[in-house]
């Protein structure tokens, strides 16, 4: 299983690191502020008051051994731009950094980071659902625990009917429609058969649908 950190805990850190372990990742959360570690502790698997310019407190923590390390500090760009820097030293497989302009994200990327993103953009939790998914393309949230999302058509599905790919009956989620090209397939049959490249539109708890996602 892929392990997360999340450094930074605003409301996109604290989006991101609680979404991530609700779908169940190991999730360590990471902030100066020793009020924010608290209040995010019981939903995380550890939550830590570590001040993350501090290299030798990061390497303390083995962050270099996180698959993924979002970098989410808020509004102190050069903390945020020096923090990422240390990460990509350190050998961090994959960074996300948060960035707050244009101009801002430009630098991170110049400096390493392997994605960069915009929160105005990007809700905190569209983000952490692309992290864990090879195929979502979008996610929309009806409740806490359902959501919809758009993912590219799996290659064990492609060229099967509906029926034989036993999406319901296998993973318990409901394909609402098939997106092909610039036509919409509304209410697909059993018989509708799934082409590649087709983008399914899927109706579904979100811990079923993680399972969809990663095939």
Do not use: C, W
Not at 150 to 170: M, S
């Amino acid at each position: 299983m892929r392990q997360f950190a999340v450094i930074g805990l605003g409301r996109f850190g604290r989006s991101v690191a609680m979404t991530l372990s609700k779908i169940g990742y190991d999730v360590l959360a990471i902030d100066v502020n020793e009020e924010k570690v608290n209040e995010i502790m019981e939903y995380v698997t550890h939550a830590v008051q570590v001040d993350a310019m501090e290299e030798t407190a990061l390497k303390a923590l083995g962050i270099r051994n996180f698959d993924v390390v979002i970098v989410a500090i808020g509004q102190d760009m050069q903390s945020n731009i020096l923090v990422t820097l240390m990460l990509k030293d350190m050998g961090v497989k994959k960074v996300v950094s948060k960035a707050v302009t244009e101009l801002h994200g430009k630098v991170l990327g110049r400096i390493g980071a392997d994605k960069v993103v915009f929160p105005e953009q990007d809700m905190g939790v569209r983000v952490a659902r692309a992290l864990v998914s090879k195929n979502i393309l979008d996610q929309i949230n009806i409740s806490p625990d359902y959501s919809i999302v758009e993912l590219l058509t799996p290659d064990e599905f492609a060229g099967k009917t509906l029926a034989q790919g036993a999406i319901r009956e296998k993973y318990g989620v409901t394909v609402l429609a098939i997106r092909r090209g610039n036509e919409v397939i509304i209410s697909p049959g059993a018989q509708q058969v799934i082409n590649e490249g087709d983008v399914l539109v899927v109706v579904g708890r979100d811990q079923k649908l993680k399972i969809l996602e990663e095939k």
